[in-house]
Every structure is written in structure tokens, then in C-alpha cells.
């Protein structure tokens, strides 16, 4: 069965200080991996996307993830948060036999603190 | 990046009426859309394919009869909550990918919207 876990439902952390959210999935053919975050009361934003090539990507505000084939992880990274980063992320897949099906993870709440 | 807007962005109803939530597609076509809904400190729950042109696919345990889904042009699905019900209150939000329906293009959201049934 396809399937995608976020480890960590909740992630407090300091202003300034690194933040690794962790994204495993179950799959037994090739996936294509996003990393969304979501305001409050607000649709979801793409912030990353692996779909093939480099395995690290980066976004415009400093987030990374790296795709590891043999781990089956896309752990999204930042090595200095700011406040303005608290927010819901949510991990997301989709697999090559099931066309436009995505599959999303239970979502990371961020919340830094100054 | 392209852009997917829902109308409206809050709605208050009463028990017993019915609730119309648009989602466009504003610069660029999309056959599909999709529409999820989400409780609060929750993931996205897929309730429904939104096909141009044809019958929504529904997902297990999602009442076709009290979520229609039309979809009439290639840059508007439409999701009525017919009869809404407190339980229905949630957040409502739709997706679209720009291109071919296959494909591992990303999703584009809407802003979502938020139903509160009185």
C-alpha cells in the first residue's frame, strides 16, 4: 500500500534556531515529492517539489529537502527559522501508477518562538 | 505560478440550506480539479474528482447526493453542500494542476473556504 507519514504532529522552536520536519513514504514505484505549507485560514502553498534530477531542492526562503530513495524520506530543513515561518506543513505525494491521486501526510504544525 | 481562486472565502448558513463554493482556474485550463476538505489540526481528506464534462469521482464514504459537484467549463468546478448540517462545517478547498490530467505537475490550491452551518 502507498502511504505518506509525518513523524511529528508538532515542532516548537526557537527563533534562529535549525528545524527538521520528517516525511517518510511507502511506495513500490517511483514518486514525485512536495512539501506545502499552509497559513491560517489559507489554502496550501508549494514551497518545494522532487520530481526528478538534483535530490536536493531548495525553495525561495531558505527550506531544503532531500529526497533519499533508500530511506523513502523528503525531510524538509531550514537551518535558521523565523517567525514568520510558523505554520502547518504538509508533505505530499504522488506515485507514478496512480496519476493525479495525491497523497498528503498528516501535517507538521511549526510554531517558532521568539 | 498559476493561480486557483474560490469564492467565498467565508459562508454562514443556516441548517437545512444549501451552499454553492466556486473554484477557478485563472490562468490556465484544467480538465480536473480536485476538492478536499479539512478539519481543524487535520490533513487534507480527498472527497472528489472534478472531471470538464462529465460525473465527478467520489471517495469512499463521501455522499454524492450532499456534495454535488459540477463542472461545467475548463476554469470552474462548483461544490454545493446540499441540506448542510452542522457536521458539514469545515474548511473547503479545491486544487487544479495546469496541463495533462496524468502527470506529476503540482497542485495549485485554492484559498479554501470556510463553512460554518448554524
Known amino acids: 500500500a502507498q502511504s505518506v507519514t509525518q513523524l511529528d504532529s508538532q515542532v516548537p522552536v526557537f527563533e534562529e534556531a535549525p528545524v527538521e520536519l520528517r516525511c517518510n513514504y511507502s511506495?513500490?514505484?517511483?514518486?514525485?515529492l512536495f512539501w506545502y505549507v499552509q497559513y491560517p485560514n489559507q489554502g496550501l502553498q508549494l514551497l518545494l517539489k522532487?520530481?526528478?534530477?538534483?535530490?536536493l531542492v531548495e525553495s525561495i526562503n531558505g527550506f531544503e529537502a532531500e529526497f533519499n530513495k533508500s530511506q523513502t524520506s523528503f525531510h524538509l530543513r531550514k537551518p535558521s527559522v523565523h517567525i514568520s515561518d510558523t505554520a502547518e506543513y504538509f508533505c505530499?505525494?504522488?506515485?507514478?501508477?496512480?496519476?493525479?491521486?495525491?497523497?498528503f501526510g498528516t501535517g507538521t504544525s511549526l510554531t517558532v518562538i521568539p | 505560478g498559476a493561480v486557483v481562486s474560490q469564492h467565498p472565502s467565508w459562508v454562514i448558513c443556516k441548517s437545512g440550506t444549501s451552499v454553492k463554493i466556486e473554484c477557478r482556474s485563472l490562468?490556465?485550463?484544467?480538465?480536473?480539479m480536485f476538492w478536499y476538505r479539512q478539519f481543524p489540526k487535520q490533513s487534507l481528506m480527498l472527497m472528489a474528482t472534478?472531471?470538464?464534462?462529465?460525473?465527478?469521482?467520489?471517495e469512499q464514504g463521501v455522499e454524492k447526493d450532499k456534495f454535488l459537484i459540477n463542472h461545467a467549463s475548463l476554469t470552474l468546478s462548483t461544490l454545493t453542500v446540499t441540506s448542510a448540517h452542522p457536521e458539514d462545517s469545515s474548511f473547503y478547498i479545491c486544487?487544479?494542476?495546469?496541463?495533462?490530467?496524468?502527470?506529476?505537475?503540482?497542485?495549485?490550491f485554492g484559498e479554501g473556504s470556510r463553512l460554518t452551518v448554524l
Open positions: 486544487s487544479a494542476r495546469p496541463g495533462a490530467a496524468g502527470g506529476a505537475g503540482e497542485l495549485f
Open positions: 511506495s513500490s514505484v517511483s514518486v514525485y
Open positions: 522532487y520530481l526528478s534530477g538534483s535530490t
Open positions: 505530499a505525494v504522488t506515485f507514478s501508477d496512480t496519476g493525479n491521486q495525491f497523497y
Open positions: 490562468d490556465f485550463q484544467a480538465t480536473t
Open positions: 472534478s472531471n470538464e464534462g462529465s460525473k465527478a469521482t467520489y
